[in-house]
C-alpha cells in the first residue's frame, strides 16, 4: 500500500492511499499514518479523490532522523575528493541526527540563505519508517521492525560544517525534504534492489541503486539499535549514491528557482522548489 497524507482545498491534512490515479480517504478509519505502526492495514474502501484535485504533505512528522554517510562506495570517492572526508570506506556505519523541525513535505520550498550558505547541496535518499520499536535486535530480525520507504532529500549546507560536525550543514529548517509516500513493507520484499536518482531542473545528477549500499537496512537498524533504541514514527536515511553537488566539475550548488526531484522506485517522486530565505 502505498500511504500519503493529504488535504483538498486548504482542508485538514488526513490519511489516505494512492490507487491508481485516486486518493483513497482512509480518515474514517485511522487518524493517520502512525496510527497504522502495528496496526492491521485497512480496506481501500474509503472515499476517492482524483489524485490530481489533492495537496500531498510530508507523510508524518518523524520522531528522530537518522542519517547515514558515506554508505556507497562512490560517494566515499567522491567525498574523499571533494569534502575532505576519509578514502577509506568506513569499517561501520557513520551517522548523523536531523531534527525533525527539518522536514518539510512535496512541493514545499527548500529554504536557501545566503547569509548562511553558498554550498547548499543535495542527496537523495532510501527512508526506512520504522514501525515497532527496534533496541538491541539483530540483522536476522532487523527487516521486522519496518513499517515502511518513503524517500529523504539529504539537504546540506556544506559549507556549514563545524569542526567535522554536521548537525547546522544538515539540520536546518527545510533540510529534510520527506515523502511523498510511504509504500508498506509488505511490498517491498527486498530493499536492496530499488532505483534511486534525482534532478536538477530536469538534468540528472544521481542515479544509483540501493544494491550498492555499503551497509544494508537490516544491518543499519542492527547497528543504531545496538545503544539507540528506534521508535515506531522513526526515519533512517540510508545515505545517498555518487552524483553530489561538491563533487561535480566544476563544482554545482543550488540556487533559488531551481528544482529539485529525488526518486525511489515503487515510491515515487519527491519534489521541491529552492526559494530565496534571506
Known sequence: MLLVTFSVDGGPARPGALDGGEVVDLSARV?????????????LDGPRVPRDAVRLHAPFRPGKIVGVGLNYVEHVDESARALDTHKELPTRPVLFGKPATAVVGPGEPILHDGDLTEQLDWECELAVVIGRTARKVSREDALAH??????????SARDQRRSGQWFFSKGQDSYA??????????????????????????????KGNTAHMLFTVAELIADISSGMTLEPGDVIATGSPQGV????????FLRPGDVVEATVEGIGTLRNPVVDAR
Not at 519496518?146 to 539537504?155: A, E, R
Not at 553537488?245 to 554545482?252: F, M, R, T, V
Open 177 to 206: 525534504p520527506f515523502g511523498p509516500a510511504v509504500r508498506t513493507a509488505d511490498e517491498v520484499p527486498d530493499p536492496q534492489t530499488l532505483a534511486l536518482g534525482l534532478k536538477v531542473n530536469g538534468e540528472v545528477k544521481q
Open 31 to 43: 487518524t493517520g499514518i502512525p496510527a497504522l505502526f502495528g496496526a492491521d492495514l485497512p480496506a
Open 146 to 155: 519496518v513499517f515502511g520507504y518513503s524517500i529523504v532529500n539529504d539537504i
Open 245 to 252: 553537488g561538491a563533487a561535480q566539475n566544476p563544482p554545482q
